[in-house]
DNA sequence: ATTATAATTTAGACTAATCTAAAATAATCA
DNA sequence: TGATTATTTTAGATTAGTCTAAATTATAAT
């Protein structure tokens, strides 16, 4: 990745990023070339996928075991994601059942640092009158996700296209017996197993 | 409390201690009196229990829910209480039932901060004869924890005073019908209630 | 009541993580 | 290919949390 990429995705300016990946690079996570950006070392990968294995593993205990809605729980797994004892973690997983899947539908990497690979589409690929069923989302933002609890929309919910507007690429889609109306920009945000 | 104990139960130098007392003074959680030490005010003592009660809980839930030994649930529960969020702790606390004691017999504050109190002896005060519950212990010090580990001792355990040595407090005691030998020492840091 | 000792604070320094503004380098375009 | 623009790095500053060594204040002991 570049400076400015991960600055922008981090919040922080081009200089701070440009100190870190020094920092960053003194300990071996990252290749790093002054002008031409950064990539993860072997060391380096494997720490954020054990990263990620924590943030996904907590989001999973925070939404199933505690019944925080799955709106709040990204910002509460992104403290405790920080928190290190592998100890601690897999035990959290055996306690878990070992999940494969977060409740947003992201895959949690097992203790080998292995992720578990599904066929997914777009909801906004699924064509008149066909059936998917809903299995992630694209985007985690609060709104979003407000958005679609608004709809009863979540993860485990099956649905059908009825109509695809040509002009506007919204949609009509049937769940619960009900119809839904969605915008083009939300059902292209939405993962769906096809059925 | 003076700069110089809590310098010793931080281990940190009283430098150090001095600095983050005027911190905290400037944030009205504690009143501080240079060379006279200082005391929690009412809105610094809340911050302490909801930080206790954070700790405590975080303790039941990684002995009991994760099924982590008592000796390694103290240093990873001395990260979790750092995490910031009154939403999470009230929802872990009903996930666990709202227990009221800590895997070590250390109170829970409640929601209100609000601790419950029971009676408890030292098991070196029980004598020849008597028995006695252990319900904590005084100590969380890992060795501690595992001498007591190899002997079988632990929190929910039945024990009967056999015989108290006059010259060194060394006690002989009863316990899954068999007999213990136990120091002075260790005996002075159980909690019991005597049956 | 001095003097010696202990406790505490201050002065000055260091590291980590951040920032703004300026300089350097790379990429684009006329 | 030279000028312009965009990207990236460097220089210098700031804040928080820590330290050591020196100065100050309080306490204890003649
Ligand atoms: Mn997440
Ligand atoms: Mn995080
Ligand atoms: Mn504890
Ligand atoms: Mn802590």
Known sequence: ???????????????????????????????????????????????????????RLWK???????????????????ELEHINSELLIDHLDSFLGFPKFDPH????????GKYTLRAQSLLSDLSPGKQGLIIGVKDQQLSFLQYL??????IGKTVTTIKHDPY?????ISMDQKEINLSGKAAGLIFIKSL
Chains 1, 2 share one sequence.
């Open 1 to 55: 990745m570049t400076t400015n990429e991960i600055a922008a995705l981090l919040l922080n300016t081009p200089a701070s990023v440009t100190d870190m990946l020094k920092k960053l690079s003194a300990k071996e996570l990252i290749n790093y070339q002054p002008y031409k950006g950064a990539r993860l070392t072997e060391q380096g990968y494997k720490h954020a996928t054990f990263l990620v294995r924590k943030h």
């Open 149 to 154: 609890d608004e709809k009863g929309i979540g």
């Open 168 to 172: 506007d690429q919204s949609m009509i």
């Open 105 to 112: 539908g992201d895959p949690i990497p097992n203790a080998q």
């Open 60 to 78: 999973v205990f925070l939404y199933q075991s505690l019944n925080i809605p799955w709106e709040a729980v990204q910002e509460i797994a992104e």
